[in-house]
Every structure is written in structure tokens, then in C-alpha cells.
């Protein structure tokens, strides 16, 4: 584009010298062929997501990037040659998000999670539920009372109860797995049998790669170290195994496309498998985080070139919003 807007600069300047002529029909020459006119949002009765994100489009600030990250997805779910990489941080889950991270499992071929989103979808798939709290309430009043906070959301602590039942029945037959990956598709198997459904029982189910490198750092994997500590035996797993997986899948396909729900551990995972293979050609990242302070969840998509983890001609936003607002209108917009 700035080489376009070069040409167009030394033409009016041969054509006009340096003078008022020349600064004027520059500008004028430059807006009518590069910039696009602001459209402010009109709501309509019975509009539809899809109808609102297009109109966003025509805003500036947020509004837009809202939109370009609904075309990129639009273009990387149909996109035959593209392998999608679904990277969520955070603990989406308890926030009511996990019905549309089930929708969009059914686009992509790899995903990476925390190990928090894994303990609170086993939660529920054991019958256990998230409520609506209060950032305000009084913290030593709801420990008292057996609950614990995240944010607004709020969760009973007897839930550990049930994961500790489920882990120690099973465990015989978790120590056994031999990476992360097979060890999560056993816990969604066992939890399929007993008529579950969630993350992991879906990824299970339909043999989607499902990697959490920092599944100690959870419920599931405090639940794991008490049956250790218990002396019920140790486990096989090898902590870098999936790590061929996820690499291999990087590097055999022709594209790839990547979605980070915030960013940290899984982020960085999915990043270095491209970074050893090729860079994606496809990315959206919703964060809160800013860039300044040099944590890859505040690192924008384009800061990924200079690694190789992105391609330079790729198409890519950086989307600056809380998730729960963000991906809702992103996914929604595609129908």
C-alpha cells in the first residue's frame, strides 16, 4: 500500500511541483483512492448477528476488528487446505463459554487449553454446576461458606469431592497413558461411558488432538499428585511426547490457521510447533493483555513474523477484548 501511495505522491509532484496544487490534489487523490468513508452503525429491528458484524465493519476502533476477525474465520474454516490450531487460555468454562468452544471444535483439528478449562469441564460433565456471583461479595464470608470465586462466577468446593471419587477409581487405568494427549482422551472416554459430554469427551470422540502442557497446574493435576502421594503407583507419561504430535501436524499440512482465546501456555505451544515447521497463514487473536510488558499473551499476531510464526503475507487481526464479548459475536456472525 505505502509503495502505491509513493507512485501517487510523485506523480501529482511532477505534474504540480511543491505547492498548494500539488498538497491538494495529493490528499485528494489519496482519500478518494485509499480510504474508505466511516459508516456509523444503524441498528435495525430483527437484525441478525451476521447483518451487525457486517455493519461494524464500516466503524473504526474495536467495531472493525470485531468483523475482520469474522472474514479470517469465515476464510480459514473454509479453507480445505488449512489445518486450524485452537488455542484458549483462561478458565472459559465456569464463565458459560463452553457451548460455543464445543461449536467451534467441530472447525478445527488441533486444540490446546489450560489445564483450569479441563478441570471445570470435567466439573460439569460429573454434574456439577457453575452460579452467577458478584465481584463485590465478601471473600471470607463465601470461604466460610464453602464456595469459591472467579470473578463474578461462582463454584462450591465440595466439587473437589467428586473429582477426588472419579480419580481414585480410575486411576489405575490413567497411570497407564503414556502422554498428556492420550491421558485426556482417557478421561474422556471414561466420562463418555458414563454418559457424559463436554470438551473432553467430544475431543475423544472425534479424535481431536487435544493438548494441555500444563495439565499439573490444574484440578486434575492436584487430583493426579494426591493419588501419587498416596503411594497408588506413578504415572508413564512423558511430558514432551505431544510435542512430536503437534509439530508433526504443522508441518505436514499445506496451510495453517491459528485462533488464540487469550493467550499464555497454550498460545505459546501452538506457536513454537509453527515456528519449527511454517508459519500460518490465518490468525486471530482476542486478548486483554498489552504488548509492552513482553508477555506473549499481549504479543501482537504481527510480532510472530519475526519468528517464523506467522507468514508475511498472511492474514491476521488482533482483536483487543474480553472473550466472553468477542468470540460469541466473531462465531456467531458466520450464520
Given at each position: 500500500m505505502f509503495k502505491k501511495i509513493f507512485i501517487v505522491e510523485i506523480i501529482c509532484f511532477l505534474k504540480f511541483g511543491y505547492s498548494l496544487s500539488y498538497q491538494y490534489v495529493f490528499k485528494t487523490v489519496f482519500c478518494d483512492i485509499f480510504m474508505d468513508e466511516i459508516k456509523a452503525l444503524k441498528i435495525e429491528k430483527d437484525m441478525k448477528v451476521s447483518e451487525l458484524v457486517h455493519e461494524m465493519g464500516g466503524m473504526g476502533f474495536g467495531a472493525e476488528k470485531i468483523f475482520l476477525a469474522s472474514e479470517i474465520m469465515k476464510s480459514m474454516f473454509e479453507d480445505k487446505e488449512c489445518k486450524v490450531f485452537f488455542g484458549v487460555a483462561g478458565a472459559m468454562v465456569p464463565a458459560g463459554m463452553k457451548e460455543i468452544l464445543l461449536d467451534i471444535l467441530n472447525e478445527v483439528d488441533v486444540f490446546v487449553t489450560t489445564g483450569a478449562n479441563l478441570t471445570h469441564d470435567l466439573i460439569e460433565s460429573l454434574g456439577e454446576k457453575h452460579y452467577k456471583g458478584d465481584e463485590n461479595m465478601d471473600d471470607l464470608e463465601l470461604n466460610k461458606k464453602g464456595f469459591d470465586r472467579i470473578y463474578n462466577v461462582l463454584m462450591p468446593n465440595?466439587?473437589?469431592e467428586r473429582l477426588?471419587?472419579?480419580?481414585?477409581?480410575?486411576?489405575?487405568?490413567?497411570?497407564?497413558?503414556?502422554?498428556?494427549?492420550?491421558?485426556?482422551?482417557?478421561?474422556?472416554?471414561?466420562v463418555s461411558k458414563q454418559g457424559g459430554k463436554g470438551i473432553l469427551v467430544k475431543c475423544y470422540e472425534k479424535k481431536i488432538p487435544l493438548f494441555c502442557p500444563g495439565i499439573a497446574d490444574s484440578g486434575?493435576?492436584?487430583?493426579?499428585?494426591?493419588?501419587?502421594?498416596?503411594?497408588?503407583?506413578?504415572?508413564?507419561?512423558?511430558v514432551f511426547a505431544d510435542m512430536n504430535d503437534i509439530i508433526d501436524i504443522a508441518w505436514t499440512s499445506k496451510k495453517n490457521?491459528?485462533?488464540y482465546v487469550g493467550g499464555g501456555l497454550p498460545k505459546n505451544f501452538i506457536q513454537q510447533s509453527l515456528q519449527f515447521s511454517k508459519g500460518a497463514d490465518y490468525g486471530i487473536q482476542i486478548t486483554t493483555d498489552r504488548a509492552e510488558f513482553g508477555g506473549s499473551s499481549g504479543a501482537p499476531l504481527k510480532e510472530g513474523i519475526s519468528w517464523g510464526k506467522m507468514k508475511s503475507k498472511g492474514k491476521f487481526v488482533d482483536v483487543s477484548c474480553d472473550a466472553t464479548?468477542?468470540?460469541p459475536l466473531i462465531y456467531a456472525s458466520l450464520f
Open positions: 465440595k466439587v473437589y477426588e471419587d472419579f480419580f481414585e477409581k480410575h486411576f489405575d487405568e490413567l497411570k497407564e497413558c503414556e502422554s498428556i494427549k492420550e491421558f485426556l482422551w482417557k478421561i474422556g472416554e471414561i486434575i493435576g492436584l487430583m493426579m499428585w494426591g493419588r501419587i502421594m498416596k503411594g497408588k503407583g506413578k504415572t508413564k507419561m512423558d490457521g491459528v485462533i464479548i468477542a468470540l
